[in-house]
């Protein structure tokens, strides 16, 4: 087997002695160390013609190496193919250079012996160790520049955004008319996911360059969960999406964490789930997975029953610039980092992220964290949950994905119900005059009656197209219409 | 005058659907796929008149405005409708390169403005392609 090996390097030395531009000097030498070839870089360091060199004795170039036993054969003093060789060449004028060399051998089935030097002038070694420091020092220096320049520019986006922001606030407080508050609306809007645009660039650069320090402070774990649920309640009201919070009875109430960080990791999954929801259930479930002395670790998921993602996406999921399609970029806004930041999060709490999802049906993130326990003792304080339909439970009791996911699929009785809710809450918002409220929840029909029937489409389409409309003009024929096609929909619904 | 706007950004639409609303009856639409449903959907019924001019966002969820467009122009070819009375379309979008503008015109669009949209050229160019408002 080593001969094949060796067979096989020595033909492709062979294969590269006629290269001009190589840096090793190549020699081959047969069993009284005569010269047989060399390569052209050989011949050029050495100062031979290629006619000179073949029939030299290796002696007289490598020294110290060689040596002849009583046989007139060549031995070496070190055979070990591994080890490289120090050792000094000559030139044909009788100067000479170090190098560092290797040398092996190998005889034929036919007897036929055939030696091999490999030899590198140190000196070029050396210089290609230092070009490899200098271009490592430069690319730390193009990190550092790259990192700090993001900080800046952040910065730079930043300051003149908060001028903006605030005095949209100032704007809208001064007594402004009802399309100019409107506007105002839209401008705050912008500026706010604008912010939250460079405040995720700003700590992704910060996590890629491992900036990112986790600061561990004891956190009253029900408070916590209670102030992510805040965040998100009102958009899942307003969607018309129903949230279930369970949280197992016997997780600690003290815990040491980054709250900050933890609290971005939910509220990016959280608002993902709202965001990607249309009808059905949010649902946060909080479980203990393992507990020692000092740490306990917890089990997060965050299940919807929205869009779902593809088994082609999910492995796109999570890494940065990257949402599950470009088109999702445009209908749902987004950076396409939210993600990234979060799995780098969990992975800096020890933990790891996970992602099931049935496309169309609905998708689950769990994630894990290990996290230190606080001195205090004592499971979690219910009372402390100002939502009021938490559940808290014993672990083993949790629901299932199923259970939710249930609600929304198509064809089901639930599926009529959910239609006949959003119908209502349309009726309520066109009374309250909430046109843009009652775009939204036609939505939401349109979604649930899709491919039902083409005419009923149709006149939910209609709906749509007529509502937006009265966005901007609100003369009464619209609204009339607009209730005269509520109408047609719930007649042919009650069919 | 009735008028088809496919613009996926809410900011952009509130402000294009009322700049357009100026001239006509708009419909507002938020992806291209909805757009050439309202487009078919106003050929079909018999009732409704076709709409005179379409303002189509290049960067849609579902159809871009590239496929909207393509997509007019063969079923106005199919159906032989004359050239007088094709609808006129107007290509909206932050892709300032002259690329896109190219790509846009030899699909036939008859006119491209970049974005941020300049309120004042806007109302230029709908005057050149012969729409006043109301």
């Known amino acids: 087997m080593e001969i094949t090996n060796l067979d096989i390097i020595i033909d492709r030395i062979r294969g590269e002695l006629i290269q001009e531009n190589t840096i090793e000097i190549v020699l081959f030498f047969n069993e009284k160390g005569i010269i047989t070839e060399c390569n052209v870089t050989g011949v050029k360091k050495l100062g031979y013609s290629q006619k000179e060199i073949v029939g030299k004795y290796i002696g007289e170039i490598l020294t110290d190496v060689f040596s002849i036993d009583e046989n007139g054969e060549i031995a070496y003093k070190e055979i070990d193919a591994d080890d490289s060789i120090f050792g000094v060449m000559y030139r044909k004028n009788m100067t000479c250079f170090d190098v560092q060399a290797k040398v092996a051998s190998k005889l034929s089935e036919d007897n036929v012996y055939t030696g091999v030097v490999c030899a590198v002038e140190t000196s070029l070694i050396k210089s290609a160790e230092k070009q490899m420091t200098i271009a490592k020092e430069e690319q730390k220096r193009t990190e550092q520049i790259r990192s700090e320049f993001v900080a800046n520019v952040t910065h730079e986006l930043r300051t003149p955004l908060n001028g903006i922001i605030g005095h949209v606030k100032d704007l809208r407080l001064s007594g402004l008319d009802d399309t100019q508050i409107r506007s105002i609306e839209i401008i705050e809007h912008c500026a706010d996911n604008m912010m939250k645009l460079i405040n995720n660039i700003l700590d992704f650069s910060k996590l890629e360059a491992g900036k990112y320090l986790l600061d561990e402070q004891e956190c009253k774990f029900s408070k916590f969960i209670d102030n992510i649920v805040a965040t998100h309640i009102k958009n899942i009201d307003e969607k018309g999406l129903r949230l279930i919070l369970n949280v197992a009875s016997d997780i600690p109430e003290y815990i040491m964490c980054d709250e900050l960080a933890l609290s971005r990791i939910l509220n990016n999954l959280m608002s993902n789930a709202v965001k990607f929801t249309a009808v059905g259930n949010v649902m946060l479930q909080i479980m203990k997975a393992s507990e020692t002395d000092d740490y306990v670790e917890l089990f997060f998921m965050v299940i919807d029953s929205g869009i779902g993602i593809s088994d082609d996406e999910k492995t796109k999921l999570f890494k940065e610039f990257s949402q599950v399609d470009a088109s999702v970029t445009r209908k749902y806004g987004g950076t396409g980092l939210g993600l990234s930041i979060t799995k780098q999060l969990v992975e800096m709490m020890n933990g790891k992220i996970y992602v099931e999802s049935i496309k169309g049906e609905g998708s689950t993130f769990s994630f894990n964290v290990i996290l230190k326990k606080s001195d205090k003792i004592g499971n979690i304080d219910g009372n402390n949950f100002t939502f009021t339909d938490v559940a808290l439970q014993a672990g083993e009791h949790m629901l299932e994905q199923s259970d939710i996911s249930d609600v929304c699929k198509f064809g089901t009785p639930a599926n009529i119900s959910e239609i006949h809710k959003n119908v209502e809450k349309l009726a309520i918002t066109l009374e309250l005059n909430n046109f843009e409220k009652a775009e939204m929840f036609a939505s939401n029909i349109k979604e649930l009656v899709s491919g039902q029937s083409e005419e009923l489409d149709k006149q939910v389409f209609k709906l749509i197209l007529t509502l937006r409309k009265s966005n901007y003009d609100k003369s009464v024929s619209i609204l009339d219409n607009v209730k005269r096609l509520l109408s047609d929909i719930t007649k042919e619904e009650f069919r | ?134």
């Open chain 2, 1 to 134: 005058m009735k008028i088809l706007l496919a613009e996926d950004d809410f900011a952009s639409r509130k402000f294009m659907s009322k700049l357009l609303g100026e001239y006509g009856e708009c419909d507002v639409t938020v992806n291209g796929l909805e757009a050439v449903d309202a487009y078919l959907m106003a050929l079909e019924d018999e009732k409704e008149d076709n709409y005179d001019l379409a303002v189509l966002d290049i960067m849609m969820p579902m159809l871009d405005g590239y496929q909207v467009l393509d997509t007019i122009r063969k079923i106005e070819t199919d159906r032989s409708i004359p050239i007088e009375k094709r609808i006129k379309v107007i290509m909206t979008t932050a892709l300032n390169e002259e690329i896109n503008v190219k790509k846009a015109m030899e699909i036939g669009c008859d006119a491209y403005v970049g974005k941020p949209v300049d309120v004042e050229k806007f109302t230029v160019l709908l005057g050149r392609l012969g729409f006043k408002a109301n």
